[in-house]
């Protein structure tokens, strides 16, 4: 079991971290060809991709996990997946609409002005349009893992993201499309992805099944309620930079947005191994709760707790070492200001890490093993209500470093609130 674990653990993180490079790579290639003023206008954009990619985790990890759950005790499954897809389509109508008829206005309540939005729309417009592609990797890439095809996910999303670096080059620089280029770069990569996940599904050894039912309200709460933890693992980057983006437009301007899109971009690296531990582990917890098998659950729960703090350290301790090459990778006019932020929101915000990962496994632990009572609420305060509360009040009374600060003070008590909610649990 140990070997399938760190087998499934690795797989899911290097798919998740392809997930991340679309971004980054978007970041890079824009920095150097628009400077502070690229860096500010795609750290506005980066809360819309949080939320198309928060609701396609909600959607397609709980119906995988429901689906994992339900095979596992030898129910019928063969209906999650056709609904999975039909209803994350659905839900990503509303971004399609608002991409081809108002891509300026929300850059402009995302906080841009005239000049970052006339720089920003076309991205924003192309990256709501794909949508349904971003939310449907979603389900394609949760199934296949569930279905014992990690290797596949692992090939798919690093095709993926090699396609969107590739491209993003040859589209920004010779081809001098600029923020448009790096937006269809990033558009194609989820294809190129699903593309490569379709063929286990169309191979012999796919159990997934695709009989299609009516689509049911009651299968979406039931299936969301578990993809709640993904919800936020994906939610949570959105909510932080949108909040963090309004603070510090007020305390420093564009140059401190520009300096927190460093930050931000380096988090979601953090974010999507942490994520990519806990998808990973969410199978095999899933699949032993399902046949009953607690002793099994719980030490895997071990073995993951184990790795992420182990991780969770060594990603703090490289922030610190190599805090300004990672800023000079961002910085292509050399402004001086925005290393000086950068250098110590960087370092400062990393720290939330050594809390993070932990918290995000707990969760996924609860929703894993259908306990959706503490998954939704350590969820949501870590992903909207701590963050939120921590950044409004230290930004007040520590300027930037409480802003910075905010991440680590809201995953601290995110943990303590999670061991009182499991001690409850052990009680009753």
Request: proline share 2%; net charge positive.
């Amino acid at each position: 079991m140990l070997k399938r674990f760190s087998k499934y653990v690795l797989q899911s993180v290097a798919g998740m971290i392809g997930l991340s490079v679309y971004i980054l790579a978007d970041t890079f290639f824009i920095a150097y060809a628009s400077g502070a003023d690229g860096l500010a206008a795609l750290n506005l954009i980066l809360p819309v991709f949080g939320l198309i990619y928060a609701i396609g985790a909600m959607i397609g990890i709980g119906s995988a996990t429901r689906y994992g759950i339900s095979k596992a005790k030898g129910e019928a499954a063969d209906h999650y997946f056709p609904q999975s897809i039909a209803w994350s389509v659905l839900f990503s109508i509303p971004f399609v609409l608002a991409g081809i008829f108002a891509p300026d206005k929300c850059l402009a309540l995302l906080g841009a002005d005239a000049r970052l939005v006339e720089l920003g729309k076309t991205y924003l417009r192309i990256i709501l349009i794909v949508a349904p592609l971003f939310m449907s990797n979603y389900t394609v890439t949760a199934f296949a893992r569930n279905d014992n095809a990690t290797s596949k996910v692992m090939a798919g999303s690093l095709a993926g993201s090699v396609f969107n670096v590739v491209f993003d080059y040859i589209f920004i620089f010779p081809m001098e499309l600029g923020f448009s280029g790096a937006a269809l770069a990033t558009a194609f990569c989820p294809v190129v992805t699903m593309l490569i996940c379709s063929t286990h599904y169309m191979s012999k050894k796919c159990s997934v099944g695709f009989r299609w039912k009516k689509l049911s309200v009651r299968y979406l709460i039931s299936c969301c309620q578990l993809g709640v933890s993904a919800f936020v693992g994906e939610i949570s980057s959105a909510v932080i930079t949108f909040i963090f983006n309004m603070l510090i437009l007020g305390l420093t301007g564009s140059t401190g947005v520009a300096a927190y899109g460093v930050v931000a971009n380096m988090s979601l690296v953090g974010m999507a191994i942490t994520n990519g531990m806990a998808q990973g582990t969410q199978p095999l917890i899933s699949e032993s709760f399902g046949k009953g098998e607690h002793g099994q659950v719980k030490k895997l729960l071990r073995w993951a707790l184990t790795s992420v703090i182990v991780v969770e350290v060594a990603m703090v301790i490289l922030v610190w070492i190599f805090t300004d090459p990672f800023v000079a990778a961002f910085n292509s006019e050399n402004n001086l200001l925005l290393l000086k932020y950068a250098h110590t929101g960087l370092r400062l915000y990393f720290l939330g890490f050594l809390f993070a990962g932990v918290n995000i496994m707990l969760v996924a632990y609860f929703s894993a093993t259908a306990n959706a009572r503490p998954a939704i609420i350590g969820s949501l305060l870590r992903g909207a209500v701590a963050i939120a509360v921590c950044a409004i009040v230290l930004a007040k009374l520590l300027g930037m470093n409480g802003v910075w600060l905010s991440f680590l003070a809201s995953e601290m008590l995110t943990f303590v609130v999670i061991l009182i909610l499991s001690k409850h649990k052990e009680n009753r």
